[in-house]
């Protein structure tokens, strides 16, 4: 579903949903890859700042997300997911054809472009830094 961001904050962020319904997205469940950074800082105990979820988003911006639970159906409170993983999950290798619109998250920064995690097993996609829209 697209949602629209509302809030940000250093852990979560609000998302405006359809039928004047809001969901909350933590830190942990934007993307594959920050959750994976997010564990490594844990298990390896480093100095290393949190990212700040105001350094990839801004309030306005559509998002695509799934739903992960419903909180409290009286608040209307939904708790989303925007991993790739969830947001592409049943999808497969023969689906992904031209013309696909795919959700996918910055995996690594490479010299002419940039590794986008689909979330799709066996696959990952580059972008080019030309095809990039500032």
């Given at each position: 579903m697209l949602g629209c961001i509302r809030e940000i904050s250093d852990m979560e962020m609000t998302i405006n949903l359809p039928y004047n319904l809001?969901?909350?997205?933590?830190i942990t469940e934007v993307s594959d890859s920050l959750t994976q950074r997010l564990n490594e800082i844990n298990d390896n105990d480093l100095d290393e700042d949190i990212p700040a979820l105001s350094d990839y988003f801004t309030v306005g911006q559509y998002i695509?997300?799934?739903?992960?639970e419903v909180k409290n159906a009286n608040e209307r409170l939904i708790v989303l997911t925007c991993k790739e993983s969830s947001i592409n999950?049943?999808?497969?290798?023969?689906e992904l054809t031209n013309g696909v619109v795919i959700t996918g998250s910055i995996k690594s920064v490479e010299d002419h472009g940039y590794m986008v995690s689909l979330g799709v097993k066996d696959s990952q996609a580059f972008l080019p830094t030309k095809n990039v829209i500032p």
């Open positions: 809001k969901g909350k997205v933590a695509r997300c799934a739903v992960k999950h049943g999808l497969t290798l023969k």
